[in-house]
């Protein structure tokens, strides 16, 4: 015999599960719609790939989720797409999603299916992609996505694979004939997720009060190494951190998951769809129910198709109306009553109780704590219940969270052994939604945050480097006036030397020009021949020019030093004056030069 543990807590509630095992499971049959949500795991929502109107057939996909954590939605039958629309779907608020309906052609005629002959020929991402596109989310808690569960960080080596058959909450049977009439799939799946993880232990945890089961899961395992472990039955007994801490004797860490230690979990029913989906290649479009309660003729197991309304499979059980008082999604401790019976089953559906006002009775008024001490016996996380509702009633989430709420499994044996009849649950729900919603708008507060703040860092840097490259302009121009003042200086002293010798050439020509003027003139010419060269007024002309323009550019080198360095001034008046000098005397040439033309007889007059 395997050896067991035990966990604190605890609590023995009525079972009440032989109202639905009497029959085996039946076929449901297909209602006339079928109302498919788009959100029916944790994680993000499907996308519709279909449009209305769209002929489908059964096991086709008619969403997915692109990006992002989930798994696609399939057709549970043939037909057509009538309407993608919001409709009310379970959920404990009653709210309303995104779903798609379909309306059934009768034909329920398959598309084409590729099964696995062996799926050890293919890889191991093959395989998970094959369990991705079937659509497998977990089928008894809050639905994760199974090919992501099955992908555990690199480092945390699962040792153990616990297949969780104990189905502890009163009314729910579902797994209990599930193991009963499919206890071959439900070793094949097993084997499937084995291969995937390389586990060195598998185990089936079963409670003791399904015999049945029992026997059915030891015959399917003979001939492997997956073991039978028969344990209590004790609510919450099936429970994942509590069936862990049974059948290995260690316990997840405060605000960890299995892997952390080693340790996985998975549900009977998951492990059937997962056969199902490599041997078959057949996604979940279907899953077992349990329709129980007094208020139903006959209560038994249905593989219902994923989205039946509630309603038609009430109608399939003999519902009675008229003794119908509450309608609870779930089992008693964890599950939530209904507001309509027009939501459909989900992948996460497994139990439906039609109760009776005597069956399920409405809680008395809640009184003031007494202070016992009751909930903190039967806690099975060994928490502290009592501080937990006085925090959380008075809203100071903060010393609740210190309390470790989120440790907290909702299981409801605090509030099923409280003497003041305190829904002690419902107000941890509560605090713990309102401590989402604050970290929710924390976490979005701290981005815009973080983005203005950089923003701003990105500003001051661009000024920064706005001014840098203004100095850096600034220095550029200073240095191009320090480079333009030197050469200034320069050309200034090589302009002055050029300049004396320009003017002494100058003076040396106009002083042999006069010379040879006088000379030609006192000697006659010959008749019909001028006397004498003409002057060259042309070049005369432009000789004043240069040494106008001259002249202008020294005036602004002076001005110029005047302005920036006066110890260039002196010098440059000395040369302004010279300059001065040479056009005065150009100029006095020049002017010579126009009387002598004008006082000379031209050609016409010598010749007469």
Request: glycine share 6%; hydrophobic share 35%.
């Amino acid at each position: 015999m395997n050896q067991l543990w035990d966990f604190s807590g605890g609590i023995h509630p009525l079972e009440h599960k032989d109202i639905s095992t009497a029959r085996p499971i039946r076929r449901c049959g297909t209602p006339e719609r079928l109302i498919l949500p788009l959100q029916q795991h944790i994680g993000d929502p499907a996308q519709a790939i279909v449009g209305i109107g769209d002929q489908v057939l059964k096991g086709q996909k008619i969403a997915d989720v692109k990006t992002g954590m989930g798994v696609p939605v399939h057709a549970p039958t043939s037909g057509v797409i009538e309407s993608i629309m919001e409709h009310p779907v379970p959920h404990p608020s009653g709210m309303a999603d995104w779903c798609i309906t379909l309306k059934p052609d009768g034909k329920d005629q398959w598309c084409s299916r590729n099964p696995v002959g062996d799926f050890h020929t293919l890889s191991r991402d093959q395989v998970l992609q094959i369990i991705r596109n079937a659509g497998i989310s977990g089928m008894g808690g809050a639905g994760f996505p199974t090919d992501i569960k099955l992908r555990p960080p690199r480092d945390r080596k699962v040792n153990t694979l616990i297949l969780n058959g104990a189905e502890c909450e009163p009314y729910i049977t579902a797994d209990d004939m599930t193991m009963r009439e499919k206890a071959d799939e439900v070793v094949a799946g097993l084997k499937v997720m084995a291969w995937i993880l390389r586990p060195e232990r598998c185990v089936i945890g079963v409670e003791d009060n399904k015999p049945e089961a029992i026997a059915a899961l030891r015959k399917a395992a003979e001939g492997t190494q997956t073991e039978i472990a028969v344990i209590p039955t004790k609510y919450p007994s099936g429970g994942e951190k509590q069936l862990i801490q049974v059948l290995t004797g260690m316990e997840v860490p405060s605000g960890g998951i299995p892997a952390d230690i080693g340790v996985m979990c998975q549900n009977i029913g998951t492990a059937v769809a997962v056969a199902q989906a490599v041997y078959q290649d057949t996604p979940l479009i279907s899953r077992i129910v349990t329709i129980t309660g007094e208020a139903v003729h006959e209560p038994g197991n249905f593989e219902v198709l994923i989205g039946t309304p509630i309603e038609y499979l009430l109608e399939q059980a003999g519902v009675q109306q008229d003794k119908l008082s509450r309608l609870v999604l779930g089992g008693p401790m964890m599950g939530y009553t209904l507001s309509t019976e027009a939501v459909p089953v989900i992948k996460t559906t497994n139990c439906i109780i039609a109760a009776t006002a005597t069956e399920l009775s409405a809680p008395p008024p809640e009184q003031p704590c007494i202070r016992c001490g009751e909930c903190a016996e039967v806690c099975p996380m060994e928490l502290l219940p009592q501080q937990l509702f006085w925090y959380s009633k008075a809203t100071e989430f903060e010393k609740a969270e210190h309390l470790n709420l989120f440790d907290c499994i909702e299981c409801g044996a605090c509030s099923y052994v409280c003497p003041s009849s305190i829904p002690l649950v419902q107000y941890y729900r509560f605090a713990k939604d309102e401590i989402r919603v604050q970290r929710a708008e924390q976490l979005k507060s701290d981005r815009a945050r973080e983005r203005f703040e950089a923003r701003q860092a990105r500003l001051e840097r661009e000024k920064e480097e706005k001014e840098l490259r203004r100095k850096e302009r600034a220095k550029a121009a200073a240095e191009a006036q320090a480079n333009k003042q030197a050469e200034a200086k320069k050309a200034a002293a090589d302009g002055e030397a050029v300049d004396e010798r320009a003017a002494k050439s100058a003076l040396v020509e106009q002083a042999l020009a006069r010379k040879k003027a006088k000379a030609e003139a006192s000697q006659p010419s010959p008749a019909g021949q001028p006397t004498a060269e003409k002057p060259d007024i042309e070049a005369l002309e432009k000789q004043l020019s240069q040494a106008q323009s001259k002249l202008a550019t020294m005036q602004g080198m002076l001005d110029e030093a005047k302005a920036q360095q006066a110890d260039n001034v002196e010098k440059l008046e000395r040369a302004v004056a010279k300059n001065h000098d040479r056009v005065k005397r150009a100029d006095e040439a020049l002017t010579e030069a126009r009387n002598t033309m004008a006082t000379r007889p031209t050609e016409s007059q010598s010749t007469d």
